[in-house]
């Protein structure tokens, strides 16, 4: 049971890892941010995640409060993004 579990977990943190590779470019992440927060904003354009991970830097939020604010910002601009 417990090596199921391993083994699921660490397929989930590959896919993870490969997700956010593949789709937040290099001179958009921040290494002052956590992995998180890349992951958050991978659904989004480019010059769209740029923007999220400068104003998280800016305004040091945790990848909690990232979360909120993306949500807020999707509710306003009535956008959906499968996440």
């Not at 290099?26 to 992995?35: A, D, K, S």
């Not at 480019?46 to 910002?73: H, N």
């Amino acid at each position: 049971m417990f090596f199921s579990w391993l083994d699921y977990s660490i397929r989930r943190s590959v896919f993870s890892f490969q997700y956010v590779c593949k789709n937040v470019p290099i001179e958009n992440r921040r290494p002052e941010l956590t992995f998180e927060h890349h992951l958050l904003v991978a659904p989004f354009e480019p010059d769209v995640q740029k923007a999220m991970l400068d104003r998280a830097v800016e305004d040091g939020m945790t990848a909690s409060d990232l979360d909120l604010f993306i949500e807020e910002w999707m509710d306003f601009e009535g956008k959906e993004v499968k996440r």
